[in-house]
């Protein structure tokens, strides 16, 4: 849901400086986390990735945009939606992961966007509350497909 995360990525860098993600040398893409998503996804299990994000977009979320096929084509479904069309919604007030509805891993950033540590916390009503958080976004939001940054 932030704006911009760890600007010091060598990835983020590099793109900034004009390097793009050649769609047709899947091994030059972000591992192990790829392989992770293949290897999950090829068992069935669903993973999906809904961004909020402001518009116009950041620098960092076009460059989250321009990578996105990477993690479209390891087998993630991913959404967008425009932050103004999520006032209306209660969010949690960091990003998370939900697993198989019941274990929220709760992701901290400082104000720069530098990762500080996360959480792993199995209790019900997180994981409902984050669930339905969740939901109302992804069904709400625009999928990457259809996606234009502005």
Request: hydrophobic share 40%.
């Amino acid at each position: 849901m932030r704006d911009g995360y760890m600007r010091d990525d060598p990835m983020f860098l590099a793109w900034q400086k004009g390097h793009r993600d050649d769609p047709a040398d899947r091994d030059s893409w972000w591992r192990p986390w790829l392989t992770l998503i293949e290897q999950i996804t090829a068992r069935g299990v669903q993973v999906r990735r809904a961004r909020v994000v402001s518009a116009p977009v950041s620098d960092y979320v076009q460059f989250e945009y321009d990578v996105t096929f990477t993690n479209i084509a390891a087998g993630e479904k991913v959404r967008w939606l425009p932050r103004r069309r999520a006032t209306d919604l209660a969010l949690p007030g960091n990003d998370f992961w939900l697993v198989d509805d019941s274990m929220v891993v709760i992701n901290h950033f400082d104000g720069d966007g530098r990762f500080t540590g996360d959480e792993f916390i199995a209790e019900p009503e997180l994981a409902k509350l984050c669930s339905s958080a969740f939901e109302a976004v992804w069904a709400r939001a625009v999928p990457h497909e259809e996606f234009r940054p502005a």
